[in-house]
């Protein structure tokens, strides 16, 4: 046997009274939309830094195992560990191209919100004419699209020079005529 318990429920409950309008005017929706932009792009480009800084370090630490010259266990140390680091690196790059690319896909989605809103309030965009970075002219997809293809390639760039610089240590390694 279930067991309920009984409360008294008026409409007033299940319908909350309207808050208001979140955004009292088109200029006020502008403003966010410009405020949302900014912070999605500061994430990007601290995806970015912390990316690249990540890569240097690999970069680094790939040439300097490159260099060994131990008669010992040098030819054996200079087989595993670069290819590791490459591999590492191949890995990083794929690991982070999902993090920018959603934080892509967001400002993508803002610049056509605040393109939108352009669009349908010409008063807005007349307002904002004479101000950098809020004409039509400076807020196209192309524009803003431009600016943000360095973070969007560099994975890719990575898992290229990755790939290469791998297979070019193994080949070093491995080649039998010992050149």
């Known amino acids: 046997m279930s067991r309920r318990i009984i ?14 309008l979140l955004f009292g005017s088109p200029r006020e929706r502008l403003e966010f939309y410009r405020r949302e932009i900014q912070y999605e792009t500061t994430i990007l480009a601290n995806r970015t830094d912390a990316f690249l800084a990540a890569q ?45 690319r959603a934080a892509y896909g967001i400002i993508d ?29 400076e807020s196209s997809h192309r524009g803003y699209r431009k600016s943000l293809m360095f973070s969007i390639r560099a994975p890719w760039l990575f898992l290229v020079f990755w790939v290469v610089l791998g297979s070019y240590c193994l080949f070093l390694q491995l080649d039998p005529a010992g050149t």
């Not at 409360?7 to 208001?20: E, F, I, M």
């Open 7 to 20: 409360t008294s429920v008026n409409s007033q409950d299940l319908h909350p009274p309207d808050q208001g």
């Open 56 to 100: 240097s370090f690999l970069v680094i630490a790939f040439i300097s195992c490159m260099g060994n010259l131990n008669a010992k266990w040098g030819g054996q140390f200079t087989l595993i560990v670069p290819p590791f680091l490459a591999l590492l690196g191949a890995l990083s790059s794929l690991n982070a191209w999902p993090g920018i």
């Open 109 to 137: 989605h803002w610049h056509f919100k605040q393109s939108q809103l352009l669009h349908s309030e010409p008063s807005v965009g007349l307002a904002y004419d004479d101000w950098p970075l809020f004409c039509e002219a």
